[in-house]
């Protein structure tokens, strides 16, 4: 039951920040362009509480999915707002949409912006916390295709195929990614660049294709300047597996029902607890507090990475989308039709809401009831 609750305030807090950095990015933005901010919520639905600072009305709301800052001359529905007995109003000066087309460019786009920050953020600070494991070869595996090509331990695998490989992890997933097919392996020895080709072979034991190293173990103690540069790959490996994932779901290799919504992600969360909750079973209290903050700064990590990638996808009433409008203004000089505009944004709000109504019903059936009655 304890890890319940802690699962629970553990996910509320992980939704809580990347959306309050998401709408935060907006908000700022807006505010140092002179853009007025009518209301800026965390959460959806009734208010748990608001207050009105500064002609801005702030609050915090039952249904911690979803958050907004609505600009002056942005609202679906134009209305002054009263809170505290405060009225926010506002002048067309400080409208959104009278604005020059490249200061509403700027704070749509600082939404997904900010996540990106977020997620480096969280990347340098997980890489700070426990290390790094790099693509150093620490032992082969024998009878495996990496001992029969003559790799060593102490070779640094730097590229497979044309994708350059820096985390372990990026290794291993790349192998996932292309499970039984001839890779290009490029790797230093001694400083010196070498080249070979390999076949995955199959693990009837891992269940997965393996070409047979093992890791040299993880780099830890890193100095500023290290942890600068690993935790930037970090980065790049989070922000890579959302763009893959998206990939894999556009091709085919991926359908919509292993797409999860909140749900989805409160079952991740409460089984990352429980996992680390089993591995550190016998140490103290404070060695498993650690090791779940460590394992959801990471799950926070790719959670902030994707939210920012999936929020700049050309997608109609989402930021991606409003920004295709915005450069479209830009490089011809005309903004697109309001009623075409608005046509396309509902539409999209419809499909998108669509969506994630069935995400979230798949996610029900996932967690709970038996897989193979579906």
Request: hydrophobic share 45%.
């Amino acid at each position: 039951m304890i890890s319940k609750i802690i699962s629970f305030i553990a996910f509320l807090l992980i939704i809580g920040l990347v959306i309050f950095i998401h709408e935060f990015g907006h908000y700022i933005l807006a505010k140092k362009n002179g853009v007025g901010v009518v209301e800026f919520s965390i959460g959806m639905g009734p208010s748990i509480f608001s207050w009105v600072k500064n002609g801005t009305k702030y609050a915090v709301k039952w249904i911690p999915f979803g958050g907004y800052c609505m600009m002056l001359g942005d609202q679906t529905f134009v209305q002054d707002i009263e809170a505290d007995g405060e009225e926010i109003v506002g002048d067309e000066e400080h409208a959104y949409s009278n604005k020059p087309v490249w200061v509403r460019i700027a704070v749509i786009a600082a939404g997904p912006i900010f996540n990106f920050v977020l997620a480096f953020v969280l990347a340098l600070l997980l890489t700070g916390m426990i290390g790094t494991t790099t693509t150093e070869i620490g032992a082969l595996s024998p009878g495996y295709p990496a001992e029969a090509a003559g790799l060593q331990p102490g070779d640094v695998i730097t590229k497979l195929d044309h994708t350059n490989v820096r985390l372990f992890k990026e290794l291993s997933l790349y192998l996932t990614m292309h499970e039984g097919e001839e890779i290009e392996v490029t790797y230093v020895r001694n400083g010196k660049k070498c080249t070979t080709t390999l076949v995955p072979k199959y693990s009837e034991e891992e269940g997965r294709y393996l070409i047979g190293i093992v890791s040299s173990g993880t780099k830890s103690h890193l100095n500023a300047a290290e942890v600068l540069k690993y935790g930037t790959y970090e980065f790049g490996y989070n922000t890579g597996i959302v763009i893959k994932s998206l990939g894999m779901l556009f091709t085919g290799k991926m359908g919509v029902n292993d797409l999860s919504g909140p749900v989805g992600m409160a079952g991740m969360v409460n089984e990352i607890v429980e996992d680390v909750q089993e591995d550190t079973k016998g140490e103290s209290i404070w060695t498993t507090a650690y090791w779940i903050l460590v394992n959801l700064i990471s799950f926070s990590t790719l959670i902030s990475a994707n939210l920012g990638v999936m929020n700049l996808l050309p997608i109609p009433a989402m930021d991606g989308g409003r920004l295709i409008f915005l450069f479209w203004e830009a490089i011809t000089g005309k903004p697109v039709a309001k009623k075409k505009e608005g046509i396309v944004t509902v539409v999209g709000f419809v499909l998108l809401a669509l969506l994630m109504i069935f995400v979230f019903f798949n996610d029900i059936r996932k967690v709970f009831f038996l897989k193979q009655l579906f």
